[in-house]
């Protein structure tokens, strides 16, 4: 993954956009650290993707009875009804 100086980045804004399209993801570095990136349209749209596809975590003590009781009552390897 190429990686810019953030004011490099700025100064030359167009050429690094030409160049996430090639590169998919371009690092912008602040006194040699990370501090953020930049995207090409495709690698955006694979993110949203993935972050559409992420599990929420639930607690089970925020489930409600029927939930519990579809979770018990299921059996390894039936197919879901």
Same mark, same amino acid.
């Given at each position: 993954?190429?990686?810019?100086?953030?004011?490099?980045?700025?100064?030359?804004?167009?050429?690094?956009?030409?160049?996430?399209?090639?590169?998919? !993801?371009?690092?912008?570095?602040?006194?040699?650290?990370?501090?953020? +990136?930049?995207?090409? *349209? &495709? #690698?955006?749209?694979?993110?949203?993707?993935?972050?559409?596809?992420?599990?929420? !975590?639930?607690?089970?003590?925020?489930?409600?009875?029927?939930?519990? +009781?579809?979770?018990? *009552? &299921? #059996?390894?390897?039936?197919?879901?009804?």
């Amino acid at each position: 993954m190429p990686t810019v100086a953030a004011s490099d980045f700025s100064r030359n804004f167009g050429k690094y956009q030409d160049e996430a399209i090639s590169a998919g !993801v371009i690092n912008v570095t602040s006194h040699g650290r990370i501090v953020g +990136a930049y995207l090409s *349209a &495709a #690698e955006l749209e694979h993110f949203e993707d993935l972050k559409r596809r992420e599990r929420k !975590v639930l607690m089970i003590g925020e489930l409600d009875d029927q939930t519990i +009781a579809d979770i018990e *009552a &299921a #059996e390894y390897g039936a197919e879901p009804r």
